[in-house]
């Protein structure tokens, strides 16, 4: 939901002398991590895949008609939803690189909070009044608009929180952004921390949201509240975390270094993972998996990003940078808000227009539905938006010198 841009490296001119920079702020800038990164889109593009897959997919295989072999036959996708874990991870690393580039810089709150306002509240309002004409024309349609959560929390992105307490993702129209709260509600916490703690400081903060996210997890369970170990930001604060600590990783010259020179060790690391998720493709929903299961899924997410970013290989390339998941990526948060809500839509127009057994085709219309939308959301709205807010709120240091640009 981020664009994979890496402008870093200091301001034009004569260089900031390194012993005279602030304590804790970040004095190596990873060259590696200057300019457009294309496999960040394409690793975001696998993100929205998975997702689609499981809502259009694996999450409807009864309503398809998809039983015995051929149900079997997408078992290996079970873990398919996982893609907001995908997420998760690549939005602590992103925006953790922001604001550690931009640490020190004078307008850095302000640049930050109105580039994020840019990118994200234009699309995500325009949907959410949508869904109020939908109440207002539709409500006979319980499962498309309803009110099984209160309306409020949206328009201050809390619906996660209501998620929890009201044991329902609402209306289907809006199901998907309890994801965006969580994102939301990191966008707003990590920038004090970030501009407050040191280097140590902000190492101890994100391992300890990684230490301590399994345990609330595990307090949620046993009080029967199993939408909290999904939906709540302390429950998914390892993911953010892990993404983070990377972050800041990538951004020290000696443990880049140790990268670099382990990553066969991060290969054995990234496969070791990923065996290990065999048990929860198997038990797709049991306490294991919602205690350190997302836990794992965060480092296994985490080991594919390292991989990727570090020295990637011909396969690595060749997967993504393939311009199909490249372009995914880049409109994603387009279809990531748009894709429950058209298929809710077009499921509820064309049911019982077409035979049963073929209501696969209503997916198949709805997500190229979703994909020409998402197309004109980001040349007209979204792409024009980021242009301006680039534009026009910059990280400046002194009124004297140029802007520091970093990834928003």
């Known amino acids: 939901m981020l664009r994979s841009r890496m402008e870093t490296g200091w301001p034009a001119g004569p260089q900031k002398n390194v012993d005279s920079m602030p304590e804790g702020s970040?004095?190596?800038?990873?060259?590696?991590?200057?300019?457009?990164?294309?496999?960040?889109?394409?690793?975001?593009g696998l993100?929205?895949?998975?997702?689609?897959?499981?809502?259009?997919?694996?999450?409807?295989?009864?309503?398809?008609?998809?039983?015995?072999r051929l149900s079997d036959v997408l078992?290996?996708?079970?873990?398919?939803?996982?893609g907001v874990d995908l997420f998760f991870v690549l939005s602590g690393f992103l925006i953790g690189g922001i604001l550690l580039d931009a640490k020190h810089v004078d307008s850095y709150y302000g640049t930050f909070y109105l580039r994020r306002l840019h990118r994200i509240f234009p699309l995500y309002f325009i949907w959410l009044g949508l869904f109020l004409v939908g109440l207002y024309l539709w409500n006979q349609d319980a499962a498309l608009f309803n009110h099984d959560l209160p309306v409020w929390p949206y328009f201050l992105f809390l619906q996660n929180v209501f998620v929890v307490s009201n044991f329902t993702f609402g209306a289907g129209w809006m199901l998907v952004t309890w994801s965006l709260a969580v994102e939301e509600q990191f966008y707003i916490l990590l920038p004090f921390a970030i501009r407050k703690l040191s280097s140590k400081g902000i190492v101890r903060l994100a391992v300890g949201a990684?230490?301590?996210?399994?345990?609330?997890?595990?307090?949620?369970?046993?009080?029967?509240?199993?939408?909290?170990?999904y939906t709540l930001l302390p429950c998914r604060a390892d993911a953010l975390g892990v993404g983070v600590l990377l972050a800041l990783g990538c951004r020290n010259q000696e443990i880049w270094a140790w990268f670099v020179s382990h990553r066969k060790e991060i290969y054995i690391t990234f496969v070791a993972l990923g065996l290990g998720l065999v048990v929860f493709i198997v038990h797709p929903r049991d306490r294991l998996l919602n205690t350190v299961g997302y836990s794992w899924l965060a480092m296994f997410y985490t080991s594919l990003l390292l991989l990727v970013l570090v020295n990637p290989g011909r396969m690595e390339r060749l997967v993504f940078r393939n311009l199909v998941l490249v372009r995914l990526g880049t409109i994603a948060y387009a279809v990531y808000i748009f894709h429950q809500g058209i298929n809710g839509l077009l499921q509820y127009a064309l049911q019982g227009t077409i035979p049963t057994g073929w209501t696969w085709c209503i997916s198949v219309l709805s997500l190229a539905t979703v994909l020409i939308l998402a197309e004109v959301s980001w040349r007209v709205l979204e792409s024009p938006l980021i242009r301006r807010a680039h534009s026009k709120?910059?990280?400046?240091?002194?009124?004297?010198?140029?802007?520091?640009?970093?990834l928003a």
């Not at 499981?54 to 015995?68: D, L, N």
Request: proline share 8%; net charge positive.
């Open 26 to 44: 970040c004095v190596w800038r990873n060259p590696h991590l200057r300019g457009r990164i294309p496999e960040l889109d394409g690793i975001r």
């Open 47 to 68: 993100a929205i895949l998975l997702v689609l897959v499981w809502h259009y997919v694996c999450g409807s295989k009864t309503h398809y008609g998809i039983q015995g």
């Open 75 to 82: 078992v290996p996708l079970n873990l398919s939803w996982s």
């Open 210 to 229: 990684i230490l301590f996210a399994p345990v609330v997890r595990f307090v949620f369970v046993m009080l029967g509240k199993n939408y909290g170990p």
């Open 393 to 406: 709120y910059q990280y400046v240091t002194e009124a004297s010198e140029p802007p520091v640009t970093v």
